[in-house]
């Protein structure tokens, strides 16, 4: 099989770019043809996009609240396989990933792909920067590397894919209650659109990023990182008591896990 095996084709939500950039990094590693999807943007009319055994695809996301981020579930259904061997990735800020691995390898096997590995990376947490700081770092990208080695290795060594077990729990976590907030510009914002060029959900407006829809905000805080002025912020710290957690109760350094 692995003689057949000319393209990986890679998935990824990721609006802060920390999921891409493991997952690119994973790519690289297999050595083959990258076939690059960028969903951050999300596109709900995407046509259905059907593999076969002799395609290898690689899904990154990140995690929210334990789970595969809600908005992106109906896309992830437009990918469909025939046995076709996947690797699943979930990205998360230091605290866990939960049921964010068992969820994706349920909604792909029922699409028809074999899960043949699985990671879990870490990537600097949204809401603040003293958590998982500058993760992925170099070391992370290298184990990412490696981890596309090994998937490679893997493949051709088995006679038949099987999916492997990943940590999770069924039923998964509820979904957390949607925040009605989002980041709103300060005296700083220079009006230069970036944020809402960054923005996955359209919850900026890009004739007036003065102009800002909380409904559909996600709270992934990429428009707060993507600013050079810092002239975005959520008015009246709303997050402050999870950020309080996160950089009391989950400071302390954690390893990427890998399943093969």
Not at 41 to 56: H, P, R, T, V, W
Not at 142 to 159: D, S
Not at 214 to 237: D, S, T, V
């Amino acid at each position: 099989m692995i003689n057949e095996l000319k393209k990986v084709n890679v998935f990824y939500f990721s609006p802060t770019h920390t999921t891409k950039t493991v997952v690119q990094n994973i790519a690289l590693g297999t050595k083959l043809e990258i076939k690059d999807n960028d969903l951050t943007f999300i596109n709900e009319d995407l046509e259905d996009c059907n593999f076969s055994q002799k395609d290898l695809v690689i899904v990154g996301l990140p995690v929210y609240g334990g789970r595969t981020p809600k908005v992106i579930r109906k896309v992830l259904n437009k990918l469909r396989g025939e046995e076709t061997p996947i690797v699943l990735v979930a990205t998360y800020g230091n605290r866990h990933y939960d049921d964010a691995l068992i969820e994706m390898k349920d909604i792909f096997v029922q699409n028809g792909f074999k899960v043949i590995a699985a990671g879990a990376f870490l990537g600097e947490h949204s809401f603040t920067k003293k958590v998982a700081t500058g993760r992925p770092n170099k070391e992370d990208t290298k184990k990412a590397y490696k981890f596309g080695e090994q998937v490679i290795e893997k493949i051709k060594k088995v006679k038949e894919l099987a999916n492997i077990e990943v940590p999770g729990n069924r039923p998964y976590k509820k979904d957390g209650n949607k925040k009605n907030i989002a980041p709103v510009p300060n005296e700083n914002c220079k009006g230069c659109n970036i944020c809402a060029d960054v923005c996955p959900t359209g919850a900026i407006s890009k004739l007036n990023t003065r102009e800002v829809d909380p409904g559909k905000c996600i709270q992934c805080c990429a428009c707060i990182k993507i600013c050079n002025f810092n002239g975005r912020e959520f008015e009246g710290n709303p997050l402050e008591k999870s950020i309080i957690f996160l950089e009391t109760k989950c400071s302390d350094h954690r390893e990427i896990e890998i399943f093969l």
